[in-house]
């Protein structure tokens, strides 16, 4: 009896050595994995083939199922899905690179210092930069040109504001343009005071500057993308929705994809312009594993900090001034409805709540038939206490925490207290809609995703203001923020059953971070590195 015990046992463990373990590329083990399914439950390890999520479980159980081409010990540090950034300007933040940067100028003649230096180090033939902002400087007001003309006058100047919905040009800029004091304009401004250029252009007339600059060559286009590839790759950004791209540049984002030289995957919203509507409403959808040409972007009005933004009633500091929208009404809906009758999605720039109201009541609609569009209203930023109902799964709301505590200073001024209650309302929004999608507005913002997570959570900026958070009622949740920046951000751009969690069968794009941000105290969520960024289980950075 004791023999026939043994060989029994002989028999089984040689059955189970002749089984052959199945093959896998890649095992990550001793880690601490938030998967973000919808359980949001925790794993130790998984592993990845071709590409994909195949696996996830216990170190133990995978190692004895699989046979592996590599193995990655996380050594308990927390792993995430890869983070999409659902509303950034990727190519704008590499050609950011190439132009002077006045993002954190304190004063004017700070940013006069920076124009000087980067003059005296590029020789540039046209001069253009982005970052500045007066509501951080001590004077409040929008500068003037003339000390521009006075250093620079012939060499064109055209310095975008932080929002991009203003800028300031010297007046070889204007005069490369064409601009005078007679040159008539819609949706925005050409400001002028006693008869006289200030240099200053907001929203619409601003393209005719932009018109004016050079345009890069291929070569420096593809050296911008890939240097906003590499900036992202580093923040552990793997997916970035652009927001406002032409048909241009993503047939080059496509074709350096194809060529594997970018690796970050792009959601495209497209520029709403007649040309870009026209071609891709004939070609349809676009969809290739990197690149998802999917929806229109359209500006509904400006932005609040240029008082740009369309409010129902005057901005609190500027009596009879209410903003406005940068395109007719009739144009809007006339937009709105071609694309309702394609299959394509709307992303609609909706700041003050005049905007958001005309946004979310063409939305309504237009979609009361169709129950799976996911229409955007980017930004979402002030909403009419009425207007909030319109949210929901189709009507998505797609905001930038930071945004938040960048305005915090001067947004009660621009809308008052009673205003100000339907502003930056991002849980009361998640409440009525059910998923919020989370992102940056790169280079507006700093492109890190920590700053996005501790906005979300705090509500305040990185040195703890204000006590007890900036209306510290509508923060978020650490699982809700983390689910908008994967998950729900997927969702946002039709793409939850490929990416933004760990999830057997989606890409197997995740990053490993030093300091668990589910965890970690608050205040140390700003300083957390990527420790490694993974695209389709492949090293990135």
């Known amino acids: 009896?004791?023999?026939?015990?043994?060989?029994?046992?002989?028999?089984?463990?040689?059955?189970?050595?002749?089984?052959?373990?199945?093959?896998?590329?890649?095992?990550?083990?001793?880690?601490?994995?938030?998967?973000?399914?919808?359980?949001?439950?925790?794993?130790?390890?998984?592993?990845?083939?071709?590409?994909?999520?195949?696996?996830?479980?216990?170190?133990?159980?995978?190692?004895?199922?699989?046979?592996?081409?590599?193995?990655?010990n996380a050594e308990g540090k927390a792993v995430f899905p890869g983070f999409i950034d659902a509303h950034a300007h990727f190519y704008r933040l590499g050609l950011q690179q190439n132009r002077v940067d006045l993002t954190g100028t304190e004063s004017f003649e700070e940013v006069i210092t920076r124009i000087v230096e980067f003059q005296q180090k590029t020789g540039s033939d046209f001069i253009t930069?982005?970052?500045?902002?007066?509501?951080?400087?001590?004077?409040k007001e929008f500068p003037v040109k003339d000390t521009l003309d006075r250093l620079f006058p012939d060499t064109?100047?055209?310095?975008?504001?932080?929002?991009?919905?203003?800028?300031?040009a010297n007046q070889a800029a204007l005069d490369a343009a064409g601009i005078t004091t007679e040159t008539p304009f819609e949706g925005g401004d050409i400001e002028q005071k006693n008869g006289r250029l200030t240099g200053i252009i907001v929203d619409n007339p601003m393209s005719l500057v932009t018109d004016a600059q050079p345009e890069p060559t291929t070569e420096e286009q593809t050296a911008a993308l890939l240097a906003a590839q590499n900036i992202c790759?580093?923040?552990?950004?793997?997916?970035?929705?652009?927001?406002?791209?032409?048909?241009?540049?993503?047939?080059?984002?496509?074709?350096?994809?194809?060529?594997?030289d970018l690796k970050i995957r792009i959601y495209a919203m497209i520029s709403n312009?007649?040309?870009?509507?026209?071609?891709?409403?004939?070609?349809?959808?676009?969809?290739?594993?990197?690149l998802n040409v999917r929806s229109f972007k359209f500006y509904g009005d400006g932005a609040l900090g240029s008082r740009g933004a369309a409010l129902k009633e005057?901005?609190?500091?500027?009596?009879?001034?209410?903003?406005?929208?940068?395109?007719?009404?009739?144009?809007?809906?006339e937009t709105a409805r071609k694309i309702a009758d394609s299959e394509f999605q709307l992303n609609t720039h909706a700041i003050g709540d005049s905007a958001n109201s005309l946004v979310l009541n063409t939305y309504a609609d237009l979609l009361s038939e169709s129950e799976d569009r996911r229409w955007r209203v980017e930004h979402s930023q002030v909403i009419d206490e009425e207007d909030f109902e319109y949210f929901s799964k189709n009507i998505i709301p797609s905001v930038q925490p930071t945004h938040a505590t960048s305005d915090m200073y001067w947004a009660e001024e621009r809308l008052g207290e009673e205003r100000l209650e339907g502003a930056y309302a991002y849980k009361k929004l998640l409440d009525q809609a059910g998923i919020i999608a989370l992102g940056t507005d790169f280079p507006?913002?700093?492109?890190?995703?920590?700053?996005?997570?501790?906005?979300?959570?705090?509500?305040?900026?990185t040195e703890n203001y204000p006590e007890g958070g900036f209306m510290a009622n509508e923060a978020l949740s650490r699982e809700e923020t983390l689910r908008g920046m994967t998950i729900w951000a997927a969702f946002s751009n039709f793409e939850e059953d490929e990416k933004g969690s760990i999830e057997k069968g989606k890409f197997a794009d995740f990053i490993v971070l030093d300091q668990d941000i589910m965890k970690v105290e608050a205040e140390k969520i700003p300083e957390i590195k990527v420790l490694g960024t993974y695209v389709n289980g492949e090293r990135v950075y």
């Open 1 to 72: 009896m004791k023999k026939i015990l043994i060989m029994l046992i002989l028999a089984v463990i040689s059955t189970a050595c002749s089984e052959e373990k199945e093959s896998a590329d890649l095992l990550v083990f001793n880690a601490e994995v938030y998967t973000v399914d919808n359980n949001f439950s925790k794993a130790e390890a998984f592993v990845v083939r071709d590409g994909k999520f195949l696996a996830i479980g216990s170190s133990e159980e995978l190692r004895e199922k699989f046979k592996y081409a590599e193995t990655f």
């Open 129 to 139: 930069g982005r970052g500045w902002d007066q509501n951080d400087w001590k004077e």
């Open 156 to 168: 064109p100047i055209a310095i975008t504001r932080i929002d991009g919905h203003a800028l300031l």
């Open 233 to 260: 790759f580093e923040y552990g950004l793997t997916t970035v929705d652009d927001a406002g791209i032409d048909k241009s540049t993503i047939e080059l984002i496509d074709k350096l994809q194809e060529q594997g």
């Open 273 to 290: 312009t007649e040309e870009n509507l026209d071609f891709f409403l004939k070609k349809g959808l676009y969809k290739t594993e990197r």
């Open 314 to 333: 005057e901005y609190t500091d500027r009596p009879a001034h209410f903003g406005a929208l940068l395109s007719p009404i009739e144009d809007f809906e």
């Open 444 to 461: 507006v913002e700093e492109v890190s995703p920590f700053l996005t997570f501790y906005a979300a959570v705090t509500r305040q900026d």
